[in-house]
């Protein structure tokens, strides 16, 4: 099945870093989406990307989806406490018809 | 606008036991997608329902089930309940099946003793 690399796993910043992380996938998609999970929470969809190479920002956050359709980023500048938690991608193929695909997840700490 | 609910938040059930889970979509949303949460296996696809027909299926075993109402509220079931089942459950809802946008309920945390 189709799989998502996400990375990195986990990450230690300074309050007030900028944050990157991405998402690699083995075959194309139409639709990536970026979603942040709190603890004892469901994720919650943070930016949506319809098409190659659109560039996508929401507030202090930025996604690309990348020109090869296999990947996408997010950038979080500027990091504050509440930035805090696991951020996941997710991918869905070709036709609406297939399930979204979700990468294992970036789990974010922030250092005051 | 209401968001995603599932009740309920919190289950405690013992091995060989069956659960039944629910999930309310935001109104007007048609399709509801089940996913299951591990730490180790991250986000797991159960099934997707639409217009009451389930549309997608994950690969998880049969024991897991779901179906969708006319209202577009949905159930899963789990039978015969192994420790391993033990984990998150979300619910997803969508506006409709084109849309890859899906929006969460909070889920329901299973522990299975």
């Known amino acids: 099945g189709q799989q998502l690399n996400q990375s990195p796993q986990s990450m230690f910043i300074q309050e007030g870093e900028d944050v990157s992380m991405n998402c690699t996938s083995s075959?194309?998609?139409?639709?990536w989406l970026w979603y942040k999970q709190d603890p004892g929470e469901g994720p919650v969809l943070l930016i949506a990307?319809?098409?190659?190479?659109e560039l996508t920002s929401n507030g202090r956050l930025t996604a690309q989806f990348g020109i090869t359709r296999k990947d996408s980023f997010l950038n979080i500048s500027a990091s504050i406490p509440s930035d805090v938690g696991i951020y996941f991608c997710?991918?869905?193929?070709?036709?609406?018809?297939?399930?979204?695909?979700f990468g294992k997840g970036t789990r974010l700490s922030v250092i005051a | 606008k209401a968001g995603v609910t599932q009740t309920p938040r919190y289950l405690i059930k013992t091995r060989g036991q069956q659960v039944t889970l629910s999930c309310s979509p935001i109104?007007?949303?048609?399709?509801v997608s089940w996913y299951q949460q591990t730490p180790g296996q991250g986000l797991q696809f159960l099934f997707e329902y639409f217009s009451e027909t389930q549309r997608n299926k994950g690969n998880f075993p049969g024991r897991f089930s779901g179906r969708q109402f006319s209202n577009s509220r949905s159930e899963m079931n789990v039978s015969t309940l192994e420790l391993g089942d033990s984990a998150l459950y979300l619910c997803?809802?969508?506006?409709?099946?084109?849309?890859?946008?899906?929006?969460f309920g909070p889920g329901t945390r299973l522990t299975v003793l």
């Open positions: 997710a991918g869905q193929g070709n036709s609406g018809n297939t399930p979204l695909v």
């Open positions: 075959s194309i998609f139409n639709t």
């Open positions: 109104s007007g949303h048609r399709s």
């Open positions: 990307l319809y098409k190659a190479g």
């Open positions: 997803a809802s969508s506006w409709d099946r084109v849309s890859g946008e899906q929006f």
